[in-house]
C-alpha cells in the first residue's frame, strides 16, 4: 500500500503578512522568526519578503548629514528639487504605510465583532475593567 503525500496547505495573506510585520518589527532574526511561526522552509520567510517588500518595507530613519555638506549658501535649486522629490517619495511611501495600517485595524476590528457574535462572548476590553 503506497502512502499518499500531504499536500501542502495554502498558508494566507494575512498570516504571511502578520509574521512579516512581525519580524520588521521585533528586529529577531529570520531563523528566530521561522522557528516562532513554525515555518518548515528555511526560504519561505525570504520568499514572503522579497514579495511583499514594496507592501511591508520597513521605515528607515533618515540619516543625519553635517552641516558643512548641507548648508543653504552651498545648495543649488537642482539639490532643492532632488530633496523635494525624495522627500514627495517618503510622503507616498508613509500614506501607503498608514493605509494598509489602518486597513489591519479593520480587519482585526472585523475579525474580533464576528468572533463575538459567533462564540456569544465579549472579546473588547470594557473601558471600566482594571
Known amino acids: 500500500m503506497e502512502k499518499k503525500k500531504k499536500r501542502p496547505q495554502k498558508i494566507s495573506e494575512e498570516f ?6 512581525d519580524y520588521y518589527s521585533s528586529g529577531m532574526s529570520k531563523n528566530a522568526c521561522r522557528v516562532k511561526y ?3 522552509s528555511p526560504t519561505m520567510l525570504n520568499s514572503w519578503l522579497k514579495k511583499y517588500s514594496d507592501v511591508l518595507k520597513p521605515l528607515s530613519l533618515p540619516s543625519e ?4 555638506d548641507d548648508s543653504m549658501a552651498n545648495r543649488g535649486k ?5 530633496e523635494n522629490a525624495q522627500l514627495k517619495k517618503r510622503v507616498k511611501e508613509l500614506e501607503k504605510a498608514l493605509a494598509f495600517s489602518r486597513l489591519e485595524t479593520e ?7 464576528r468572533a463575538e457574535e459567533y462564540f456569544n462572548i465579549p472579546i473588547r ?4 475593567a482594571k
Open 65 to 68: 548629514t553635517s552641516e558643512d
Open 16 to 21: 504571511k503578512l502578520s509574521v512579516i510585520r
Open 125 to 128: 476590553k470594557k473601558s471600566g
Open 78 to 82: 537642482e539639490d532643492y528639487k532632488e
Open 38 to 40: 513554525g515555518l518548515t
Open 107 to 113: 480587519a482585526r476590528d472585523l475579525m474580533i465583532t
